[in-house]
């Protein structure tokens, strides 16, 4: 009954805590017990993952999970440990990498099929920690008529395979005619 109380009331710290200006996402993604089916588990596992743009926004989320478990857990004469790992942060573009990556698109799809003005997106994607490290654009192609990335349903089409190909050699052709290599 804890662990339950505790899901419900971090699915409130988004819109109690986060300004809803900033993008914000908490997940409980799964719940476990002790697996026993005659007797209530001694313990409980909950897990998920929290979604943001911006690093402050993180520490407040990690800030209100901790007050929040703790005191539905003193409420029901539990106790409660939290491990909060970072291991998805948000992926954001650099700008200058980004207005590359766009002059590139249209040079090889037309400028009519580039948008530079997709709204951002909460998803995780490993290369966000690339960009920790160098800077870098993530963007999107079109897959035809799929359901989305990391879906069940989703059905990569090969015939995304030489268009993203050629996206990638106009990036390298174009970054190496108008800069010089250092040796």
Not at 91 to 107: C, G, I, Q, R, Y
Not at 164 to 171: A, I, K, N, R, S
Request: aromatic share 6%.
């Amino acid at each position: 009954m804890c662990a339950c109380s505790i899901v419900g009331e971090l699915q409130t710290i988004v819109s109690r805590t986060i300004d809803p200006a900033e993008l914000a996402v908490v997940s409980i993604t799964s719940i476990g017990g002790d697996n026993v089916k005659n007797a209530i588990a001694s313990e409980a596992r909950i897990e998920g993952d929290c979604r943001h743009f911006d690093d402050a926004v993180s520490l407040r989320i990690e800030e209100a999970m901790r007050r929040v478990a703790q005191g539905v857990a003193d409420a029901h004469g539990c106790s409660v440990a939290i491990d909060y790992d970072r291991v998805f942060v948000p992926l954001v573009n650099d700008p200058m990498a980004t207005e590359h990556a766009l002059k590139a698109a249209a040079a090889v799809f037309g400028a009519e099929n580039v948008n530079g003005d997709a709204p951002r997106m909460g998803a995780s994607e490993d290369f966000a920690q690339a960009l920790r490290i160098a800077p870098g654009a993530f963007g999107n192609i079109g897959n035809g008529d799929s359901a989305q990335l990391h879906s069940p349903e989703y059905d990569f089409n090969d015939a995304a395979l030489i268009p993203g190909v050629q996206w990638f050699l106009e990036l390298v052709r174009s970054r190496l005619s108008s800069e010089p290599v250092e040796a």
